[in-house]
């Protein structure tokens, strides 16, 4: 047969418990009331709070700030017409250049995607005039996501 403790015993028995388990503090507790005569001071188990792995922060939680993810333009056609320097200027040095006949074609590899800018003679200079991202994914989202990922990581590397 099972007997049940009284309240009282049970919570004396948690509190005891808790105060014998390794990962509690004891404080002094100094407080007196005027009608109590003097006695020994009190003590409080207080369960231990672990020190902030990255050192003592003084009593004071510190919060690491949450880096802001930059807006950029995923669209693939922003590069219509730009000649090559300010494509260099946006996106930095191509990962592969080839020629084909009169174009030139620069290839950014992304994570998942790859971006070929085809550039053809324009008033003479190079500018682009047929653009084309291609990934695994057939999903258009995706491939732009590639690309917001790919002119972030090519801005901040830049």
């Known amino acids: 047969m099972i007997t049940r403790l009284p309240i009282a015993v049970a919570a004396l028995l948690a509190v005891s ?38 050192g003592d922060t003084g009593g004071s939680i510190a919060v690491a700030p949450v880096a802001a993810v930059e807006r950029v333009n995923d669209d693939p056609m922003q590069f219509m017409g730009l000649n090559g320097d300010l494509l260099d ?29 085809f550039l053809y003679p324009q008033n003479g200079t190079m500018a ?9 994914s057939l999903d258009n989202l995706a491939r732009r996501t590639c690309l917001a990922e790919m002119i972030r990581a090519r801005t901040i590397a830049g």
């Open 89 to 117: 200027g946006q996106l930095g040095h191509p990962d592969l250049v080839r020629r084909d006949g009169p174009a030139e074609v620069r290839q950014f590899q992304g994570g998942a995607c790859t971006l070929d800018l």
């Open 17 to 54: 418990a808790l105060a014998l388990s390794p990962g509690c503090q004891v404080f002094e507790n100094s407080i007196t009331t005027a009608n109590a005569p003097a006695s020994p001071t009190a003590q409080i188990a207080i369960p231990a709070v672990p020190p902030a792995a990255t």
């Open 128 to 136: 682009v005039k047929h653009v084309e991202l291609r990934g695994a």
